[in-house]
């Protein structure tokens, strides 16, 4: 059972149809890691994806606030981006832990700032410049995230190659 996906070379257009295809499949909520450099497209995707959800408020960006949270019919999601924290420390403040209940998702633009402070990913994103276009791929690192890419498959199979 492939715990990967991925597919390089795509446009905008098409990582906004990868992550739209995301909703409705992360039901059971779970962390979500996005990894990529500087304009890599983080955001797109998370903005494609709680669209897709339906937030239906004005998606901000959580670059200075830290955290953005949103509802999803009865599901709470969240959006971090940790770029501008400096340590760890710095996320005390947001009761992480407390953030995990309730079925919620928790989509975290640059993880690798949090350190352990962030609870465990169930899938990673990561995003890689490739010219004007970017390499995709999403790998599941827990038995939940397993289950969803599991259950993504189908979805993504006709734009993502497995690997
Ligand atoms: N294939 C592509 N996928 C995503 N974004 C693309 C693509 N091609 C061009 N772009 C552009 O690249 C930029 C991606 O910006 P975005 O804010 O999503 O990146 P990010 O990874 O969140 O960066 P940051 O680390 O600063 O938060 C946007 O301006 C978008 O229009
Ligand atoms: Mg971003």
Redesign the pocket.
């Known amino acids: 059972m492939s715990d990967r996906f991925e597919k390089t070379g795509?446009?905008?257009n098409?990582?906004v149809a990868i992550a739209r295809k995301f909703a409705g499949r992360l039901d059971a909520g779970g962390v979500v890691f996005l990894k990529?450099?500087?304009?890599?497209?983080?955001?797109?995707?998370a903005r494609a994806l709680m669209s897709a959800l339906g937030v239906g408020e004005r998606i901000k960006s959580p670059?200075y606030s830290l955290i953005e949270s949103y509802r999803s019919g009865q599901q709470p999601v969240h959006h971090l981006?940790l770029?501008r924290i400096a340590h760890a420390g710095e996320l005390e403040w947001l009761g992480l832990p407390d953030l995990l209940d309730d079925r919620a998702l928790i989509l975290v633009?640059?993880p690798e700032r949090a350190g352990a402070a962030l609870p465990p990913a169930d899938l990673v994103i990561e995003?890689r410049h490739a010219g004007?276009?970017?390499d995709f791929s999403v790998t599941a690192v827990s038995a939940a995230g397993l289950a969803s890419l599991q259950g993504l498959r189908g979805a993504l199979a006709p734009t993502v190659g497995s690997t």
């Open positions: 795509i446009d905008e098409e990582l990529g450099e500087l304009g890599a497209g983080k955001t797109t995707f670059t981006d770029y633009e640059w995003l004007e276009r970017r």
